[in-house]
């Protein structure tokens, strides 16, 4: 299983983004799946997650109005537009895929498997 995030970058504040996750070796349909972010000195924190359909979708309060979750089953990919980036969004932004639901739906434990990040860098 792999998955591949790419789209980050540099972007002024204010400006939008939008994130790509493309999964390899698994049908992801099957699994509901969310973006997570780690800043610099920080624990890596729960982003944005998608049910397995994409009916359903969950933010962190600090990005709802600002982030949209997606996804195409059909073409293995998890999307997440980032509009209205502030300095504080700069982090590495990582696709995960869940397959147990012990916790919260940022509970890090309930992943299976992990993209190598993709760095968005914000500036003022």
């Known amino acids: 299983v792999q998955l591949q995030a790419s789209g980050g970058g540099l972007v002024q504040a204010g400006g939008s983004l939008s994130l790509t996750c493309a999964a390899s070796g698994l049908l992801i349909g099957s699994y509901a799946m969310s973006w997570f972010r780690q800043a610099p000195g920080k624990e890596r924190e729960f982003v944005a997650g998608?049910?397995?359909?994409?009916?359903?979708?969950d933010y962190t309060d600090s990005v709802k109005g600002q982030y949209t979750i997606s996804r195409d089953n059909a073409k293995k990919t998890l999307y997440l537009q980032m509009n209205s980036l502030k300095p504080e969004d700069t982090a590495v932004y990582s696709c995960?895929?869940?397959?147990?639901?012990?916790?919260?739906?940022?509970?890090?434990?309930?992943?299976?498997?992990w993209g190598q990040g993709t760095l968005v860098t914000v500036s003022s």
């Open positions: 998608i049910s397995r359909s994409g009916a359903i979708t």
């Open positions: 995960a895929v869940r397959n147990r639901y012990s916790g919260t739906i940022g509970s890090l434990g309930d992943y299976a498997y």
